[in-house]
């Protein structure tokens, strides 16, 4: 017998099982239908569910109330309060710190190294109050090792462990105070009536006039939304506020001993709020409270290029060609905070001068030739685009050859070099003589 026939017959005899098999689970339910039987019998069965009644998916949306429903909106409110206020009482207060510190103390296995096991963090759990038992679990223990060949954890850490978790519960409960629409965010005035309500116990901002209050609200809260509100929604996660360092730098000013130093790098203290504000002032040459092109190109050094502040008055918010002081502050933490990526992003719509998303040699060249334009003007003789153009693609180092995205940017670790090259005379120069300056001996 030929392969042919072989393989027809063997094909021919699939297809009669196949048949046969077909015929005989004719008269068998799906399994997908049994299951649908067996799930509303058991509804049933349960109580969950009553002969007849249709299964409905349950309503996990409700729109918040406005202003035409008070009552919604009222009972909203008392029913976050009485929320907030039972998460209160569940806190450690500094008594039960205390103690937790004395027990921590006492039934540690090596107090002079100010180490304690497992067991030791079983037995504090075991003898401290419920509201303290929460804190003390297995997770806890494993995330608080620093690689003890004997598996301990130094007894300061736990310690600084759980009154980190309360100081963050504290201020959470704190800030949802202010979150009037109740959906876990604070709007540009939520804020602003936060800060407004901190500033009494902040004791290194008493001396701020109260004429100045306002303006130093406006300050505070333009980082916040600068930086967390990367889709400009005009509000912040609160959980995104707890997790960045803002809140921390807050109330560090709470520390009447606190240097000089440490104050003037401080955006939120006092000398740094009045400093802007002073630089503000001195660029508003007409006192008309808002800042012209040519009030603004002083900003700074004055080497900011033309093509540049033609683009910040196309790109920001503008009210007749003039920008508000919130507009400048926006403009003064991106220039000030290069190198980060809120910042960069910020910039990067500005130099996108053809809305493509992406920044080729056309644009390139567009702003440098402004920076030519001011070397000519110190008496230099101007780099060519091209040799520039070469630099600034090797540096980026773009997926696509000949365009230039923000995700390059932000990838590549040198953006604020970038973008220093194209917006400001002086930033270009520190690049060009960066080697000159770093060969420089250093002065005994």
Not at 335 to 341: A, I
Not at 387 to 401: I, S, Y
Request: a negative charge; one cysteine or more; hydrophobic letters at 35%.
């Amino acid at each position: 017998m030929d392969f042919k026939t072989l393989l027809k017959n063997k094909v021919n005899k699939l297809q009669e099982q196949k048949s046969s098999i077909n015929k005989s689970s004719s008269n068998v339910k799906p399994e997908n239908e049994n299951e649908e039987i067996y799930f509303k019998q058991y509804l049933v069965e349960f109580g969950l569910k009553s002969e007849g009644e249709k299964l409905e998916i349950p309503k996990f949306f409700r729109k918040p109330a406005n202003d035409k429903e008070p009552l919604l909106q009222q009972l909203r409110e008392e029913s976050a309060s009485h929320l907030l206020k039972r998460k209160s009482k569940e806190l450690i207060d500094n008594n039960q710190l205390k103690e937790l510190w004395i027990l921590l103390d006492q039934n540690q296995s090596f107090p002079e190294e100010q180490l304690m096991t497992y067991s030791d963090f079983n037995k504090v759990a075991s003898l401290a109050s419920s509201k303290i038992q929460s804190y003390f679990r297995p997770s806890v223990f494993a995330k608080l090792q620093q690689g003890d060949s004997q598996g301990r954890i130094f007894t300061m850490s736990l310690f600084n462990y759980i009154m980190r978790k309360v100081w963050l519960i504290q201020t959470r409960i704190g800030l949802s105070l202010y979150d009037t629409a109740g959906q876990g965010y604070l709007t540009e005035v939520d804020l602003e009536n936060y800060i407004s309500d901190l500033l009494p116990t902040i004791p290194q901002l008493e001396g701020l006039e109260k004429s100045f209050h306002s303006f130093y609200v406006c300050t505070a809260v333009r980082k916040f939304l600068f930086f967390l509100d990367t889709v400009r929604s005009c509000r912040v996660r609160i959980l995104d506020i707890l997790a960045c360092s803002f809140l921390d730098e807050l109330l560090e000013l709470r520390d009447e001993s606190s240097t000089k130093e440490s104050l003037e790098q401080n955006w939120f203290s006092a000398s740094s709020a009045l400093r802007i504000y002073g630089h503000y002032l001195n660029l508003d040459r007409d006192h008309n409270g808002m800042l012209s092109k040519s009030e603004l190109s002083s900003y700074g050094s004055g080497t900011l290029t033309q093509p540049f502040l033609d683009r910040v008055f196309q790109t920001c918010l503008t009210y007749g060609g003039e920008m508000d002081y919130k507009t400048y502050l926006d403009l003064v933490l991106a220039l000030e905070n290069r190198s980060e990526p809120q910042a960069i992003a910020f910039l990067f719509r500005i130099l996108d001068i053809k809305n493509q998303r992406y920044l080729d040699s056309f644009t390139l060249n567009y702003f440098f030739r402004a920076i030519q334009d001011q070397m000519r003007a110190h008496g230099a003789e101007p780099v060519s685009f091209h040799d520039v153009k070469d630099e600034l693609f090797d540096m980026v180092r773009p997926k696509h050859p000949e365009r230039i995205t923000l995700e390059d940017l932000l990838m590549c670790g040198h953006g604020d070099t970038f973008i220093s090259i194209l917006i400001e005379f002086h930033g270009f120069w520190a690049y060009e003589n960066r080697e000159a300056v770093t060969a420089e001996p250093a002065q005994e």
